[in-house]
């Protein structure tokens, strides 16, 4: 039986799934739908639970006992992680909820076996079958995102503008877990939008959604949503969810649509932003972090210095930046560039900047130019995580050519952030307007689990090296 729920901008209309045995579990949607409405997923995790059982116990009823308790444990933690994680998903990444889901399960089946008959519980048996779920559900994930049958097939309802967008950025994207399989036009338009069918109008959205059975309606139609909800709500027993466009940006693309947002959507992010992470938690983090960063960084800090020091300059540079409410402060990092590089005016950093030094382009590499900037965190003046300070001599620039572009300033800027991870270098105002549409989306969704997520996500790329 469908229900049909309305909070806040978000209409979501969900259904049960149609059996899989009405069709072949070896037809492309059929078995994309298997995966997506968990069937699949249950039943490799009992398969787990019954191999690892077997080959770690003899009698039978200790079998059926770890069968029965780590079936239910890790089918349980990977329904509460996927609760846990839905509204920030994207942030958790590939293996987020995996990772997530194996160790609280882990939790669950330690802690419950213990008053099981026979004790299944042992720490190498609890450990094989952690690993057996966090595999299975990063192949599934992987499969999602890598397989084009099994990805989640969107038709999209509505404007043709507003439907091209959302299908060019899709296409960007190798690894997206969606697929565009047509559009139903508000208004009669040409035969594809963007490259997808369009397979007809409004009035037609019955016959259409019965034909193709859509896994996720996204609806971008501005008129006639009456008519539309009406339409869906009479074939929701085909089992597919209904979502507004900005709200598929947001969930499904960890970005806001800068262009669509309005006053209103502020407010809402007003009441968020002062209740749902209180400023006491995220600066309790922030000192946490800097604190520990400092500490485990500072045997570096001479021998950078003493590299910094032979590029024939200060060791150290200062740049002045805004803040939290548009208040200028000095940022600190160590120096990577020549010390004439704006000897012409300030110019936009970019990605393999010709200014830095030898040293600098190590240690932007690295990124442990940006070590000093923890101090910046402990003067209160930026977060671990937030919107990238920009220079005030862009200001006016960006605030006449990016909507909204100085709302950011109601977040504290951070060292590694959102749109830092999304997106590189903002080398112009364009480049700048697909970052403040990640920020946007963090001033929205921001958490202590945002927060550690974004931490966790920047973690291999210093690492790695995988930097500037």
Not at 40 to 45: E, G, P, Q, S
Not at 247 to 270: C, I, K, N, Q
Not at 285 to 309: C, E, G, S
Not at 346 to 351: D, I, R, S
Request: proline residues 5%; positive net charge; contains cysteine.
């Amino acid at each position: 039986m469908a229900s049909l729920e309305t909070h806040e901008l978000q209409l979501e209309l969900t259904a049960a799934a149609t059996p899989a045995t009405r069709e072949s579990l070896f037809n492309g949607p059929t078995l994309g739908r298997t995966l997506h409405d968990v069937r699949l997923r249950a039943a490799l995790i009992l398969v787990a639970a019954l191999t690892v059982a077997l080959a770690f116990n003899n009698s039978r009823t200790t079998v059926f006992s770890a069968v029965a308790l780590y079936a239910v444990a890790w089918t349980f933690s990977t329904h509460v992680a996927e609760r846990a994680l839905r509204m920030v998903r994207v942030v958790a990444g590939l293996g987020g909820v995996a990772a997530f889901a194996a160790v609280a399960g882990l939790g669950i089946a330690s802690a419950a076996g213990f008053w099981l008959p026979g004790r299944p519980t042992a720490d190498q048996q609890l450990v094989v079958m952690g690993v057996f779920v966090f595999a299975i559900l990063l192949a599934l994930d992987a499969a999602k995102a890598h397989v084009p049958v099994l990805r989640s097939r969107i038709l999209f309802v509505g404007g043709r503008r507003d439907a091209a967008d959302v299908i060019e950025v899709l296409a960007q994207g190798r690894r997206s877990p969606f697929t565009a399989i047509g559009v139903v036009a508000d208004e009669p338009t040409t035969a594809t939008i963007a490259g997808v069918e369009v397979l007809g109008q409004v009035h037609d959205l019955r016959q259409v959604v019965s034909s193709v059975k859509p896994d996720l309606v996204v609806v971008t139609a501005t008129r006639g949503r009456p008519e539309v909800f009406a339409a869906l709500g009479s074939v929701a027993g085909l089992g597919f969810r209904v979502v507004g466009l900005p709200e598929f940006y947001e969930h499904a693309l960890g970005r806001v649509p800068v262009r669509r947002v309005t006053d209103a959507w502020f407010m809402s992010v007003l009441h968020l932003y002062q209740h749902s992470y209180s400023r006491t938690t995220k600066r309790a983090f922030d000192v946490a972090v800097a604190v520990t960063a400092l500490v485990v960084t500072a045997p570096l800090f001479p021998l950078i210095a003493l590299l910094v020091k032979g590029t024939h300059g200060p060791i150290f540079y200062r740049q002045t930046r805004l803040g939290e409410q548009g208040r200028p402060f000095k940022i600190l990092k160590f120096r990577t560039m020549r010390i004439d590089a704006e000897s012409g005016g300030p110019v936009w950093a970019q990605q393999g900047d010709p200014r830095t030094t030898q040293v600098g382009r190590l240690l932007r590499k690295t990124r442990l130019d940006e070590i000093p900037q923890l101090i910046n965190v402990l003067r209160g003046e930026m977060s671990i995580v937030g919107p990238r300070p920009e220079r005030p001599e862009f200001l006016d620039l960006l605030e006449e050519t990016v909507p909204f572009w100085s709302r950011r300033h109601l977040l504290r800027p951070g060292i590694t952030g959102w749109a830092q991870l999304r997106a590189g270098y903002a080398a112009d105002a364009v480049a700048t307007e697909e970052k403040l549409s990640f920020d946007l989306w963090y001033l929205r969704h921001q958490s202590l689990t945002v927060d550690l997520l974004i931490c966790a996500r920047t973690l291999p790329s210093l690492l790695l090296g995988v930097g500037r």
